[in-house]
Structure formats: C-alpha cells, structure tokens
C-alpha cells in the first residue's frame, strides 16, 4: 500500500473471511540467529530463505536477514528492538567489530542490563553514544561463558539472546533468574528453537535457572508457524463487528504452538469470541473464529506472559462497554512508545478514560469523557497501535489511523486485508 499519512476506515458489513497471516516474527527472528550461529558460512538471502521454511516478511526479520546475509560496519536495524537485542549477542561471539544502531526511538530504549551481562561473559562492547543505550561498538570473540545472574522482569529478548549465543560458550551458560519471571513462554519458545538445532539447554527442574551446555548447533530444516499475535486483530474485528454471523478462517496456526499468545484462544472467549480447530483434507488444521455469547460486564488479566496482547483487548473492551483492570504491563514502557501512555491519550480521544495504577496495571471503570469530532488516532511509530485501533470503525462506523505504514514492521499486509472486507 502506498503510504499515506492518515488512512480512513470503514466498517465492514459482513465478516466473513479466510485470512492469511504473516509468519511469527519472533520465531523467525530466532531461528535467523540459531540457524546463523549453526552455519555462518552459508547466509545469503537465498540459503536463509531456503533453510528456515516460510520466514516473517515484516520489517524487522527484513532488518535481522540484511545485518547478517551483508554483514556492514555498521548495521541500522531500524525500529527492531528484537533485532537489536539477538544481534547483540550475535555479534559478541561472531569475527570482526561492528556498530549496531536503529533510530531515534531505538536509541532511547535501555539495553544496559544486555550489555553488562554480556561483558560479565568477557564480551567486548562499547557504547558509542549515551551510556546505556544504543548504538553499540561490538567486536566478537570467543567467550568462556559461566554462571549469569539476571533480575527476572527484564526482558525476555535479553534472556533469549544470551541463551541463543550460549551453546558457543566454552563452558556454556548457567543462567540464575532472580525474582517474579517476565514473559516466561518467549524464554521456552526460544529453548525449542534452540532444541530443534541441536542445543542442549533446559530448565534446571523446580528452580529459575537455565543450564546451556557448550557444543554448538547442528543445522535442520525449520518451518516458522503463522503469528498468533497478528491472529489477535482478527479476535477483535470478531468480537465487535456487527456482522451477527462473523466467520474469520486463519490457517497455519498451531494448536500446539511455541508462541505464548496462542493463549489468546482462551482469553478472548470472556469477550464472545470461540476458537475452532477445523480439520483440512491435507492434514492441517485452520482455526475459525466465531461469536458465541455475549461479552462478559468486567474482565481481568494478567499480561506478563502475553504483553503483546495488551493494547488489543484494552481497546476492544472499551469499544465493547467491558470494564477491565490489566495487570503484568510494565513492559509496555519500554516498547516502539510507552504503550499505556499512548492507549490512555489515543482513548480519549474516542471519549473512554483510561487510567494507569502504577508501571504495570491499566484499567477502565466505565468512565467516559467528551470525544473529539473526527479523531485522527496517532500510531507512534507503533504497529501494534495502529492494528488496535483499525476494529473500532466496527462499532463506530469509521475511525481514521495516521501513519498506517507502520504496520510493516509485523504484518505489512494488514491493510490489504483489511479493505478487501465488505
């Protein structure tokens, strides 16, 4: 789609739709980096294209497969924090020196507690600009590795970074997390991964430490399952069109899947939404999406294992009248923005007061405010603001979203998707 700086949405009048959803960008981010690590000599474009099945087209796995098929002085992931994290590490135990940016945003999320972690292990990092943040002046070499302890609510894309380099440690890794554990599902679908390569690293039972044993990968065929959190636009459009027979189809999703927001299935039935695992002739399985049932008066959740999904059912509650109090949000700070700040803003603009209790809960009591005559809802740079706020026009008619370009950064399709509705 061409950009554009503001992009007006109408309700559909039906849904009713197969739909086919980008790939998992957070599984192909860390199959890019395992498989990399698992044979640095082969990673053109086409042998990545060709080793991992059905890689994510969205901007940051564009950002990751460009840094390590051309592997520049200095490489710009853009707006890929995840990006930014694994190659990191990638880069701490990979030949030669390196600067690692992105932009202005970027540069002002902390990765401090990634960095010092790494130069605990003997890595050589530098900062070439503000302490504590990117951009970053890295040259590899071969690291020991040892025993780690991390604070256990940091991000789990600093956890995983380490545990991806770690088979490459001379004595591996003993990872100690240390408190309440943020994100746990994004720390084992990394350890799968991991696993599918040939790594030996797990839990150690009944504790919150990780052991990486040394050794190295060995290189597999993978294939990246569709992304579950990209499902979630759809969950909503389900739960607020005013189509009384939605039928959404959403093939490629795993019912036995490594992404955590799969849970998305039990979580959104409170709001009317049923998940169906179809059977195809082939052997697959198709999820539909249905209503059934009216939405619930009042829902509570914790987002810690799924902060991804926040800013979806913050806004399809508010449209839906359902107050909430969301907990495990504190991660939503430091993303693409300051996500609670930006829903609570953005929502008033639509005439629901939101409030936030601290760093990690946001709630609705049924406030309402005066809305604005023909809102303009601001994305930040935000892909996930943007896709949020695309179901409104189900229950208001229309909704206007600025800078729709960002969705490239998941799912650059979304629009296509979207508009081709009736």
Known sequence: MQKTSVLTLTAPERLRVEIDLPASKSISARA???????????LSRQALHTAIANLSDCDDTEAMMAA????PEVIDIGAAGTAMRF??????????????????????????????????????VEYAGEEGFPPLRISGKRLTGGTLSLPADV???????????????TDGLTLNLVGHIASRPYIDMTLAIMAHFGARAAWVP????LRVEPGGYTPKPYEVESDWSAASYWYEMVALTADEAPSVCLPGLFRKSLQ??????EMFRPLGVETSFVGQDDGTETVRLTRSGKPCTHLELDFAAQPDLAQTFIVACTMLGTTFRFSGLASLKIKETDRTAALCTELRKLGYVVHEDGDSVVYWDGERCQAENNPVIE???????????????????????????V????????????????
Request: glycine content about 4%.
């Open 87 to 124: 190659l990191t590490a990638y880069l701490c135990v990979t030949p030669g020196t390196h600067i690692i940016t992105g932009t202005e945003r970027m540069k002002h999320r902390p990765i401090g507690i990634l960095v010092d972690a790494l130069r605990s292990l003997g890595a050589d």
């Open 260 to 265: 955590g927001d799969s849970h998305i299935a």
């Open 206 to 209: 009944s504790t919150a430490t």
């Open 379 to 405: 994305t930040y740079e935000d892909h996930r603001m943007a896709m949020a706020f695309a179901p409104v026009c189900m229950k208001q008619g229309n909704v206007c979203i600025a800078h729709p370009e």
């Open 155 to 169: 991000s789990s894309q600093d956890v995983s970074a380490l545990l991806m380099i770690a088979p490459m440690l």
């Open 407 to 422: 969705v490239s950064k998941s799912y650059p399709n979304f629009w296509n998707d979207f508009t081709a509705l009736k």
């Open 68 to 71: 390590l098929s051309d592997m």
């Open 32 to 42: 890019l980096i395992t498989y990399a690590l698992t044979r640095p000599d082969c």
